[in-house]
């Protein structure tokens, strides 16, 4: 094991062409139309803006943002907003295209979407962070409302900058509209279960695929690459179901122990000091040792293109739980499958976060809540229903579990598609 060094190594890789890649194998093995797949390959509208925020010095400086809905034939556009330096309009369309699959596979009546704007939102201010949130809301009200798009929290956006985003937009209009965004405080509309839903979907995926395994969660070990709120509500749940968290990173470092990280402490360990590394009784170690870690299960929970053909040969894990949007490329995924790794893809894998923001736009919209217990519920059910018919999808056409996944998710988009026609 070697010296700590942060975990978020340079994508080398576009992640459009990526994601069209997974797409045209797809297509191709279910043999779609070929209009079809020229519509279904591309992104609807994509919107670009630059805009100013007044920093506290005084100063003025100018940012660039997305919005790209790629599909919404069956229903609003959904998808969240990042805010990371290393935004780029392909990564958004990519994430965009991905949010349509996850739809549709889960059975949600939403097309995808994505948002960004490139900004290290660490170096900024609290109030720096909340007049860029506005200016930005603001720049792409355009094309976002509960009947058109709806964004969520996604990279380094929270729960406080969806309230920004739906108080400007209402502000605009002129009275409160709660199911603009979702993924919002429970104190202007937000759900139950939401900050938690994407871990603990991960969660359910990492039993349902078990089963399916033959593979006792009591025996199994299992490393989270990215601690942040997917991976580290995912460690924490599959732990007291029983999983053993043997390694973990962040974007400051990573840490292994053998016998098996108390996932509790841990939490209270990086709230305290900001960083995963330190903690008692775990090794410093690499980011990508914690990929390559001697273990049953790997969560990918950071970004996109961490597993390639250039470290695929070296992962151990046989089960892989696709916690990130598009973390494995599609040269790593022929790899792996070679292999013998079970991969089961982002758009079943983290599906718990769109579900409980489809649970919460429901909500708004008739302004009537659940508790949380019935929200979990009920997404363990979608979740599981997801998984299930994509590995049956797979197990018949004889395919991986990505392209069982898509062979579901292009069927139902195609058929929307195909029966709204085209305008005019």
Known sequence: MTVTIGVETPAVENPWHNAQRQFDQAAELFGLDPAL????????????????????????????????????????????????????????KALAMWMTWKCAIAGLPFGG??????????????????????????????????????????????????????????????????????????????????????GRGVMFVALEACRHLGLDPGKATVAVHGFGNAGGVAARLMRERGFTICAVSDSSGAIYAREGLDID?????KQRTGSVTGFPGADDVDGKDVLEAPVDVLVPAALENQITAENASRIRAKLILEAANGPVTPDA??????????IVPDVVANAGGVTVSYFEWV??????????????????????????????????RGVTLRNGAYFLAIARVAEATTDRGIYP
């Open 37 to 92: 797949r020229s519509v279904l390959r591309e992104v609807k509208r994509q919107l670009i803006v630059s805009f100013p925020v007044k920093m506290d010095d005084g100063s003025v400086r100018m940012f660039e943002g997305y919005r790209v809905q790629h599909n919404v034939a069956r229903g609003p556009a959904k998808g969240g907003i990042r805010y990371h330096q290393a935004v780029t309009l392909d990564e958004v």
């Open 113 to 198: 979407a994505k948002g960004g704007v490139v900004v290290d939102p660490k170096k900024l201010s609290l109030g720096e962070l909340e007049r860029l949130t506005r200016r930005y809301a603001s720049e792409i009200s355009l094309v976002i409302g509960p009947e058109s798009d709806i964004p969520a929290p996604d990279v380094n956006t929270t729960p406080k900058v969806m309230a920004w985003i739906m108080d400007t937009v209402s502000m605009e209009q002129g009275f409160s509209i709660p199911a603009v965004v979702t993924g919002k405080p429970l104190s202007v509309g937000g759900s139950q279960g939401r900050s938690s839903a994407t």
């Open 265 to 269: 402490a841990l939490l209270l360990h």
């Open 333 to 342: 995924d022929d790899i792996l499958a070679q292999r013998g790794v079970t």
């Open 363 to 396: 909500q708004d919209l008739q302004s009537f809540f659940w508790e949380e217990s019935e929200i979990n519920a009920r997404l363990e059910k979608v979740i599981t229903k997801a998984l299930n018919e994509t590995w049956d999808m797979a197990d018949t």
